[in-house]
């Protein structure tokens, strides 16, 4: 049993959910939220900064989703413990997380108890999985057990950390030079980078590759239309949901 506070860092995109969390969590004996991030990037950033014990990481974030970011955090402070946090049940976003390296998945409808639990267990080198992801863990261990070593049908299995990187940054409709800018390379760097990601992926469009990064989790596109915000193409329930407003996340 620990002593000591457990340091926290929050992982979200809506200012909402960040601040309701870290209300919820500063409240509870032995927790301690030391910073929020409303981006993948700008949590690494954070956390090779403070060395926290505990990110929980939004799944679907802009400019660096929370699976990319939790990757390089594993690779950069590996003693940092993760705990995915999303709308999504979906087999392709749990098992990509835990692959990345979080000791965590939680659907954002869980009670609060349920995440101050997954807190103190990741902290304690357990793993902790909400009841309805359990299920497409097993299964997903059932089938390559079956199966035997599978083979891997996934093209973007290829990509190295920094394509999925720009890859997302593209779909997001930044241009090169603002990529450029954004992660310190040249425009000529991210031209490499852009026309590998098309010949590993075989996709040779802007709308093709953003087509593909939003069906693989790695972004959640949205549009001005007449004014309002349209429906992503996958109709994402992350977007304008706040999870803090359903009566089954609650306090303790």
Do not use: W
Request: contains cysteine; positive net charge; hydrophobic residues 40%.
């Amino acid at each position: 049993m620990r002593s000591e506070n457990i340091s926290i860092i929050i992982a979200d995109d809506h200012r909402l959910l960040r601040e309701g969390l870290r209300c919820m969590l500063e409240k509870q004996p032995g927790l301690k939220p030391i910073a929020e991030a409303d981006n993948g990037r700008n949590t690494v950033k954070l956390v090779l900064k403070l060395k926290p014990d505990v990110v929980v990481m939004d799944v679907s974030m802009p400019d660096m989703n929370g699976i990319e970011a939790t990757r390089q955090i594993k690779k950069d402070a590996p003693q940092v413990k993760v705990v995915g946090l999303s709308m999504h049940a979906d087999k392709r976003f749990v098992t990509e997380m835990l692959k990345a390296g979080a000791s965590g998945y939680l659907l954002k409808h869980c009670a609060f108890e349920e995440l101050g639990h997954a807190i103190r267990s990741v902290a304690e080198n357990r793993i902790y999985l909400s009841p309805e992801i359990t299920g497409v863990v097993i299964e997903d261990y059932m089938q390559a057990v079956q199966h035997g070593k599978r083979q891997v049908t996934d093209k973007g299995a290829t990509l190295t950390s920094r394509e999925r990187e720009v890859l997302q940054l593209l779909a997001e409709g930044k241009s090169n030079k603002d990529i450029a800018s954004l992660l310190n390379l040249s425009v000529k760097t991210i031209e490499t980078h852009r026309q590998n990601i098309m010949e590993k992926l075989h996709l040779f469009s802007i709308a093709e590759l953003t087509k593909y990064a939003i069906s693989e989790g790695m972004t959640e596109l949205t549009s001005e239309i007449n004014g309002s915000k349209a429906a992503n193409p996958k109709g994402n329930p992350d977007i304008g949901s706040h999870p803090l407003q359903d009566r089954n996340f609650r306090k303790l």
